[in-house]
């Protein structure tokens, strides 16, 4: 066989057949699903007369669309009230796992699949939404796919694709103090594009990303998809076994020691070769804010905001442009001086108990802004309440956060949680697309950190100096 | 899904890189259940004004691109989200291919599930089709599947790869479904073996 990298070995591990073309059918081990892009792949299956193949196999929660505010009286938009009984009733005809929106299990999907032990090393996952790239932290091949694919993947369990080619990013050294896996995805975001990964899959290597946590590993791989690569991975090693023990889908006893083998030989092969190679000093990476409608539109916290007459290629300047004018920014000013007037701490990016504290230290004994209207959304029911149990969230509410029910809520804004046009919102989430929390709204990315202190602040903050 | 073999038609230009598929598609219009009647939500928020009136200056607006069937835009087009609904509002309007120096990958591979060729070309051949655009009304190029090329009116033609297999299934409009189900006994034989080699993988959790 010769030196395979780890993507190879999941690959390989995971092929039916193969076209003379290099066309393959890839076998699928687990799919999650949420009430936005999976309507449409059921009513395929109804009209062609097909079933699931491994019902047992899928996991379906409401994510999207859900409330975060008191829901004992039910959804009130009956667009999003209609797109989450379509899918309960789905799951109930299919023969579905599906975690209701009043089960403690539900949360976003990319945080309960972990969570609850049904993302393991060495699987193929899939969903029907780009952030699938998260459980890529467990040494797992995991991508986004769309509602056609949705349907395949029940149908068959599983899809045809070509193989991507991979890439390397080795980030080496040590982060300095208070800097985060987000500012880590955020400066590599920033060094290779929005398109640097297009086509590739990413292992992420070097002693800065083996000292993250799981849930650190997930903040990375989660925003793999933001380069445009298909897939990140992280290889695993004792932190992702320890994980993964004892949770409720996870394997027990005799099982879980031998699959414990298979996962820690998940590793690439000394003399593997990746396609392309990046390197990074953790030294090299503060804080980072993103200043533009892309996550590539990224700084350091400490920088300014570009001045688009400093720029030579012409479309660059005009997409600079483009981009300070939508958010409102003058050229060349200290992003410091940033004011803004919402924070959202949530998504399948920061939503996670590590997070909830980390921003909870930041705000201890402090109070937001006055100007500022700060939320925080945890990534699950379970997260919720664990954060409850130490309690983080007395001390978000007393520095005037407002506590919220999980689900993807202000990263994407289909629920009720929306900027209002013009307004300015620090945000853990993962994208700054043009009205993406809102029609006219302006997001900042930044860590649940950074996000903790410009609450306070009511500007960005450099949290070095502040700490 | 419908066939695609040769296509001739006018191209509307959308002259931006990076176009996300929110912009494509923004949220509020992925609350529905269906795939159809999704050209209300086509680049909704790009369309306008921020006072609500049309924008002039944008290709969907403009009388001269209402029956364009080729979009032209920059790199990475269909960044972001998976969405297929992307795909289901530019089929919904009529747009059955896309010339672009770059894809996103997932926005890339809805694309051929819906009958939508998505073809990559040069930075300099897209270049020049822009140029070629705005200083003509209504700029009519072939697309031809089968020979894998783009013919202009001067003559020019311009190649593009397309994998065999994503070429065969457009050319005939072959539900991918129906093809994965004929090698049931290949996947059944792979279920067997692995579950051997990783019993771990096969146990399944009830409903």
């Known amino acids: 066989m010769g030196s395979q990298t780890l993507f190879e070995k999941i690959w390989n591990q995971h092929v039916v057949r193969e076209e003379p073309d290099g066309t393959t059918l890839l076998y699928i081990d687990r799919h999650l699903v949420h009430e936005v892009t999976s309507p449409q792949a059921f009513e395929g299956l109804r009209l062609a007369g097909r079933s699931p193949r491994r019902a047992g196999a899928t996991l379906a929660v409401p994510d999207h669309n859900v409330p975060t505010t008191d829901r004992s009286q039910g959804i009130s938009d009956p667009m999003s009230a209609l797109q989450i009984s379509t899918l309960e009733n789905n799951c109930a005809e299919f023969g579905i796992s599906y975690y209701g929106m009043q089960d403690i299990r539900q949360g976003i999907v990319h945080v309960i699949g972990p969570e609850q032990g049904l993302t393991l090393p060495g699987m193929t996952i899939v969903c029907g939404d780009s952030h699938t790239s998260t459980h890529g932290a467990f040494g797992a091949l995991a991508f986004g796919i769309g509602t056609s694919e949705v349907e395949h993947v029940l149908a068959t369990q599983c899809l045809v694709q070509k193989r991507p080619k991979t890439m390397e990013i080795c980030v080496e050294g040590a982060l300095p103090d208070y800097c985060s896996p987000k500012d880590v995805i955020l400066a590599i975001i920033g060094r290779i594009g929005i398109g640097g990964g297009i086509g590739q899959v990413v292992e992420y290597t070097g002693a800065v990303i083996r000292s993250f946590s799981m849930e650190g590993r997930m903040t990375l791989c989660n925003m793999s998809i933001e380069a445009g690569a298909r897939a990140g991975l992280v290889s695993p090693d004792e932190k992702t076994v320890e994980y993964v023990k004892g949770r409720p889908l996870s394997r027990q006893g005799e099982m879980f020691e031998r699959a414990k083998k298979a996962w820690l030989d998940l590793k690439t092969d000394s003399g593997a070769t990746f396609d392309h190679l990046v390197e990074m000093r953790g030294e090299d990476i503060p804080p980072q804010v993103t200043w533009g409608t892309n996550p590539g539109m990224v700084t350091d916290v400490n920088g300014r905001v570009p001045n688009p007459a400093d720029i030579d290629d012409e479309k660059v300047r005009l997409a600079t442009q483009r981009a300070l004018d939508y958010m409102g920014l003058q050229p060349s000013i200290p992003v410091c001086d940033i004011q803004i007037d919402r924070v959202f701490i949530g998504s399948c990016t920061n939503s996670r108990i590590e997070d909830l504290r980390v921003a909870a230290k930041y705000i201890q004994g402090k109070r937001v802004s006055g100007k500022v209207k700060a939320m925080v959304v945890p990534g699950s029911g379970l997260v919720k309440q664990q954060a409850e149990q130490e309690g983080l969230d007395r001390i978000f509410r007393e520095a005037g956060f407002e506590w919220r029910e999980p689900g993807c809520s202000m990263c994407l804004a289909m629920n009720a949680d929306v900027l209002t046009p013009g307004e300015r919102c620090a945000s853990t989430s993962n994208r700054n697309f043009e009205g993406r929390q809102g029609k006219g709204g302006r997001t900042h990315l930044v860590s649940p950190a950074m996000a903790a202190a410009a609450a306070v602040a009511g500007h960005f903050v450099d949290i070095r100096d502040w700490a | ?207």
């Not at chain 2, 001739?8 to 219009?29: H, M």
């Not at chain 2, 159809?36 to 002039?56: H, M, N, V, Y």
């Open chain 2, 1 to 207: 899904m419908q066939a695609f073999t040769t296509l001739t038609g006018i191209i509307a230009p959308l002259d931006r890189a990076d176009v996300d598929t929110d912009q494509i598609i923004p949220k509020q219009y992925l609350k529905t259940i269906q795939r159809t009647g999704l050209k209300e939500g086509l680049f909704a928020d790009w369309r306008q004004r921020p006072d609500g009136s049309p924008d002039p200056d944008f290709f969907s607006n403009q009388s001269r691109y209402q029956e364009a069937p080729i979009l032209l835009t920059r790199d990475n087009f269909g960044c972001g989200s998976s969405r297929e609904h992307a795909p289901w509002a530019l089929l919904d309007y009529g747009i059955r291919s896309i010339l672009a120096p770059s894809f996103a990958d997932i926005f890339y591979n809805n694309c051929f599930q819906n009958g939508i060729l998505p073809v990559v070309l040069s930075t300099q051949e897209i270049q020049t089709l822009f140029n070629r655009v705005l200083n003509q009304d209504t700029y009519q190029v072939t697309v031809d599947l089968v020979q894998q090329i783009v013919l202009l009116p001067e003559g020019e033609c311009y190649s593009f790869a397309v994998d065999p297999f994503r070429k065969d299934c457009m050319i005939k409009g072959i539900d991918g479904i129906g093809l994965t189900l004929e090698h049931e006994l290949a996947v059944s034989a792979y279920e067997k073996r692995r579950s051997q080699e990783a019993p771990w993988l096969f146990q399944d959790q009830r409903r």
